[in-house]
DNA sequence: GATGAATGAGTGTTCATTCAT
DNA sequence: TATGAATGAACACTCATTCAT
């Protein structure tokens, strides 16, 4: 029924070398994301970023004009383009705007937040500093999108009574502030927070769920932050 | 024989030389921070720190062995013993958990977020890879504490019938997350939030504390978070 | 069968993957020379040549042995046997030994000073600390040769009463230094001198011919340079 | 009277440590030029000079920020403000324009082409395509002034009568070659020369004056370069 | 104690050369 | 034969650290 002993269709047709030529800049890409994840960009060395990528530095130097070119790479690489989809789905979506929000972050944690991708915002809250042209970039395709979304869908609750009236721009950083906090988490705070909750946040962010809604969805008049 | 006018009582006595000894450290552990948090700790040069402190690379040397000694006593000078009087606050306190906390953030805010010990925050979630040693050092000293009182706060709460009960373990994450973020935002996502949010957000804490304590103080069985 | 119009004689009978071949060494040398005379030994890139001559690197190699080899192939292939044929015009001449001088310059402007193969003394006075093997080899095919030359002319415009007596082994680089300079006027000192000068440089060769003449034919007893 | 002992009066009174400070940029210059002059730009490595000046390479980079600001320092400095002095002396002059033109030659060799410094223009006939900038810098120090100053020798010599009216512009050329000539036997053309010429040219020297005399002083109707 | 000139190990980058295809 | 991807030795340059003054 299938052919049962092609490795790879479409690399089934090119001689090794070749193969290998398509295959270099993935994966320098992969070890470099890794390594600057992991030690930073400036403890990050172009031999060590070779050597797990199973090449020499001069191979390296092939792929990418520069150390900086790489870890530009490296961030545009892994920014997905993934706010498209999810501003379709906003569109679509049918259900309360509840529901909206859940699924939203249900789906981050699986296309974001649990993958490595999640390491890149790691590396723009470490180096963001010393890379300005990086970090506008990063801010135009990253946060930026993302602020939007958020905010569409606060508006969404708002306009349809779900959620009661409060500073929206101020609610966007309320939701955002549990993924940005998971994704440190992960990268940075390891030692400071429970294994299970770095790898299997879920409980996590149900609980922000939670408090989220009830936050949000309380009637209008409800007095609350009084002092 | 005495001068009149004595600038600083514990420096009254010392001859000028002798008392700008003892304010070396304190001259370049000051300089340092600022250096370190706004460029990190690679991009950050030894000449430079000594330049901002008024001193000459040598003298630098002269008080800490090394660059990475200096960059640990940066941190450990500025990691406030302040867990210990907000615990003696804790003890004290005799309102409403919910007061409580709203009286937390604005400590933080106070105390921390607000001046430049918070960017030391911004140093171990960049650096903390590169400095395992200074990391726990600053997990014990800071990140435990920190999470012990908010846990502390929760459960009050919960026992005296004010919050709904909930996994406390994350719901403490659920009060950490806003001061990281604001942290963050003030020193690596600068740009990615307006001004007027980075350095006056009580705006943003209120509207955090709002949707924090309508989430946890919504009565027992309140249904929430179907799906 | 047989082509009608056939482009090289001896090309001819060969199909056109062999010809290329036999081209390529010629094609190789052809961009060495250019790119070594522009832009100096070091500055050369080996790729650069393979690329002008319109070939991989890789292919580079299969020809010459390495980029000194290369070089070294350069330099060899363009110092023409050219001394064998003015030692034969030189034997032939009838005239006037003013009027072999004069020729003795107008063919050296024709068949080197304006073509390609005045970039040899050019690379020769750049490159020969680098390279005393060719420097020696220069000095054998090129510069003993062309100094012969001169040494016999002036013997001869002496022996027969035409140039007066004087120290012909000086005399000798007062004939070169004029060819020598209009070289590096036209290599290396391009923005000392007019343009016009560069390329036509019959005046100053005219110039230089008349005071040379002058000098050298004055009377025997003519008194000179007294100080 | 005079004190036994002391080295040198103005380093007496600096300590050790001072005095080589001011004298390191010289030394580096120094050692430097020699082997640059030797074995061109791309050949000469840092690490060599610093080792020739008995330093280490970091110090050379604390005294020159790079290879090239080395390079053009070492061309700069070596480029004696001699032509404010010769022009003096040519306004001074009150000889025969033959005699000023020995004069010339006399001076040209004791302070240029027998000293270290006729190695600049080795450098620049070698690497001038490699550093425009330098070379512009050199034609306007050194080659415009020069040949300003020949120009001006020839003009003197027609006005007065003494040399028959020719092409100046060609003249000053004739002038120039041999000394251009002497440098290079001296500096790449060493093994194509005898010994003695390179570093006694005198003789050499003098024949061309004298031929350069007789050419420009025949009588003006003198008929040459008939042909 | 304070200085800043000197150091040299370490890193990014280049480029002639090799070799599997 | 021709290719061009891969290599790694070599080099310019940096910067934390030392130490004579």
Request: hydrophobic share 40%; glycine share 6%.
């Amino acid at each position: 029924m299938s052919s049962p002993s092609l490795p790879h269709p479409c690399a089934a047709e090119l001689p090794k070398r070749e193969r290998r030529k398509e295959a270099r800049p993935g994966e320098l890409l992969d070890a470099a994301l890794d390594l600057f994840v992991e030690k930073g960009y400036a403890a990050t060395k172009v031999d060590e970023v070779a050597a797990r990528a199973g090449v020499s530095k001069g191979t390296l130097f092939l792929y990418f004009a520069s150390k900086e070119e790489l870890f530009k790479a490296v961030v545009r690489e892994n920014i997905a383009g993934r706010f498209q989809l999810w501003n379709e789905e906003f569109e679509r979506f049918e259900g309360s705007t509840a529901d909206m929000l859940r699924y939203c972050y249900s789906s981050w944690w699986e296309h974001v937040g649990s993958t490595r991708a999640s390491g890149i915002t790691k590396l723009m809250l470490s180096e963001a500093g010393n890379f300005p042209e990086i970090a506008q970039f990063y801010q135009q395709e990253v946060a930026d999108p993302g602020q939007q979304l958020i905010r569409r869908m606060l508006q969404r609750g708002v306009e349809c009574g779900e959620f009661r009236a409060c500073d929206i721009d101020c609610a966007v950083y309320a939701v955002l502030a549990p993924l940005i906090f998971l994704t440190l988490c992960k990268h940075t705070m390891a030692t400071c927070v429970p294994e299970a909750f770095r790898t299997a946040p879920q409980g996590f962010l149900d609980i922000q769920l939670d408090i989220l809604l009830q936050g949000l969805c309380a009637p209008a008049g409800t007095p609350i932050a009084t002092r």
